[in-house]
């Protein structure tokens, strides 16, 4: 029989061993036979080698031994109970074998069609003593299983002697615009030894980890509102959802009924929408035109420009609708708001209301869409500019003026238009800018010194078209229509012409000519042919400009580099019966004004398209220079 007090280790351990014990079994009951010694105070020297790993072992399972080792306490003698012990040595390479296992995330979230998705690793605080699959379940919160992640159950296969295994997530790349983050959670559900016999003895101590998907698809519907000749297609652009980075849409307008340079800004226009923003408009610049027209279309493609995704747009090409406005002058009402006026004068400062009377008046788009005119009924004439309104600080403007907002002036307008003259040493100024309703909203200012007083006067107003009623027409009945010229051939003829005046070549001749088809003389019932209109575009020194030419807006990078246009040369070719009658004109561009003016006498009008080409270009005997 062992002693029961101060029994050297080896002893003890001796006590313990058996016959039929393996190796490892020799190495597990050591551990324990340490454990008891410890606990039963009967160990007094510390052993190196193998049974120092034998007692590293069963401290590590001290834990699970603990009730057992107290019940043992209680005995008389710790051999008196030899039943008990039995069970202790017979379980204990089983229970000592219990190990710990947890789970952790290389990475917690993953955008859409990024590589390698979200890692999980499953890890043991000690080799597998046998062979177990664990299974990570993934449950969606706001993400969808199969939709979003996949797949939604992973088995993990763990070999005898693993500590380490890895886990991959795949994040699905849907082309669906979603919320920005979606979460689901990565849990391990359960955990199976493979071997039928093995004793279940590996502790499930994985936590649940909340997962992201980060969404890379943008959703946009954008609808667009027609214009006035002289004003702006406004596009409204909205997303399904806000992103917390930022987004960037384009919109590149097209050549349709409408001629890109002549009736609308060609250049690409851009739209932002920072962090969380949801909606963003832009505005397509239309050319102010005296000429009686019907309306006008262009298309304009959507474009997306950021992260790798899906972008769609709704519909993904809209139209752009020019208004024609046949009147060069158009009738306004000008409204003021309450200004202000602040006077100092040695020391002293002074502040008054006051308030300008509504009045009635003109305002005119002058042709080459960088001018207007506002006639005031009082007799003055304010001169405008457009110009760039980036960095234009409305609230500060809209602070000295009472119950004007900066909303109520233009903010979030990119361009407006600008003024100023001086009267006796006063300054004045004064800006507008276009609302979505058509209808313009500004402010004006004074400054100066006046009898040594020091003057700002600030008030707001309002310009508001006055648009009548047209009354309803009867229309004619409908008759078989005359032949229609074909337009390339038309345009073709005016090459020739052009360029047999130039020395060039009809090709060289055909980037400068832009076509479209003139007014239906029927109120738009299709029965008459129209008469094809060719334009050219000429600088100041007369040389012709592209007809596909993007000269950059005020808010453009290059602005002012571009040359512009000083006057326009218009062929008008029609039929009338057998005949095919040429007109031409000369305009300038500043002023909208006819300089000079060609028709063919209907007399001895010509049946062939060429002559009436040439006969419309010699009788304007335009000043026109080859292109530089």
Not at 258 to 279: C, H, M, N, Q, S
Request: net charge negative.
């Amino acid at each position: 029989m062992c002693a029961a007090r101060r029994t050297p280790f080896a002893t003890l351990h001796r006590c313990f061993v058996g016959p039929g014990h393996t190796a490892h079994d020799l190495l597990n009951i050591g551990a324990v036979a340490e454990s008891m010694a410890r606990d039963l105070g009967i160990l007094d020297v510390e052993t190196p080698g193998p049974r120092r790993v034998a007692r590293t072992n069963a401290k590590r399972q001290e834990n699970t031994l603990k009730n057992a080792l107290a019940a043992m306490k209680k005995a008389t003698s710790p051999w008196s109970r030899p039943a008990l012990l039995g069970i202790w040595l017979g379980s204990a390479p089983a229970v000592l074998a219990a190990q710990t296992l947890t789970m952790e995330a290389v990475n917690t979230e993953a955008r859409e069609g990024a590589a390698p998705g979200i890692e999980l690793r499953l890890r043991l605080d000690a080799p597998a003593e046998y062979p177990f699959t664990a299974q990570v379940d993934l449950v969606g919160v706001d993400a969808q299983g199969g939709t979003d992640f996949m797949p939604p159950v992973i088995p993990v296969t763990f070999e005898k002697n693993d500590v380490l295994r890895s886990v991959s997530v795949t994040i699905v790349d849907d082309p669906i615009d979603e919320p920005y983050r979606e979460t689901f959670v990565a849990s391990v559900g359960s955990v199976t030894p493979l071997d039928p016999g093995a004793v279940p003895s590996v502790i499930n101590a994985a936590a649940a980890i909340p997962l992201t998907v980060i969404d890379n698809d943008n959703a946009f519907s954008v609808t667009a509102a027609p214009g006035p000749e002289g004003g702006a297609v406004i596009l409204t652009i909205r997303q399904d959802y806000d992103s917390e980075t930022g987004e960037t849409v384009t919109a590149r307008p097209g050549a349709g009924s409408a001629t890109p340079g002549i009736d609308f800004a060609p250049w690409l226009k851009v739209a932002r929408f920072p962090p969380g923003v949801t909606e963003a408009s832009i505005a397509i610049d239309l050319m102010p035109d005296a000429e009686p027209e019907e309306n006008e279309t262009f298309p304009i493609e959507m474009a997306h420009i950021g992260t790798p995704g899906t972008a769609s747009f709704d519909p993904a090409s809209v139209t752009g609708t020019i208004l024609d406005e046949t009147e060069r002058e158009i009738p306004v009402r000008i409204t003021f708001d309450q200004g202000t006026a602040r006077m100092e004068y040695s020391g002293h400062s002074f502040t008054q209301d006051f308030h300008h009377p509504d009045m009635n008046g003109t305002l005119i788009r002058h042709i080459g869409g960088t001018r207007m005119t506002l006639s005031q009924g009082n007799g003055t004439d304010l001169e405008l500019r457009r110009f760039c309104a980036e960095g234009t600080d409305f609230a500060g403007i809209a602070e000295g003026i009472p119950g004007l907002s900066a909303a109520d002036i233009g903010a979030g307008n990119r361009t407006g238009w600008r003024g100023a003259f001086t009267v006796e040493g006063i300054q004045f100024d004064y800006a507008m800018f276009e609302q979505p309703d058509g209808t313009y909203s500004g402010y004006g200012r004074q400054r100066g010194n006046a009898d040594g007083a020091m003057i700002l006067t600030r008030h707001g107003y309002h310009v508001i078209p006055l648009v009548e009623e047209e009354p309803e027409v009867a229309r004619l009945p409908t008759e078989a229509p005359t032949a229609q010229l074909p337009p390339e051939a038309v345009t073709d003829a005016v090459a020739r012409a052009v360029a047999n005046d130039l020395g060039l070549s009809p090709e060289d001749v055909g980037p400068y000519l832009s076509t479209s088809l003139g007014a239906d003389m029927m109120q738009g019932d299709g029965d008459t042919a129209r008469a094809v209109v060719v334009e050219i575009w000429l600088d100041a020194e007369g040389r012709p400009l592209r007809a596909d030419r993007a000269a950059p807006g005020p808010c453009d990078p290059g602005y002012g580099e571009a040359r512009a246009a000083a006057k326009r040369l218009r062929y008008r070719l029609g039929t009338a019966g057998e005949s095919i009658i040429g007109q031409a004109v000369v305009q300038d561009v500043e002023t909208g004004v006819l300089e000079e003016a060609y028709m063919e006498d209907l007399g001895e009008a010509s049946n062939d398209l060429d002559t009436a080409a040439e006969r419309a270009h010699d009788g304007l005997s335009p000043d026109v220079s080859a292109p530089g």
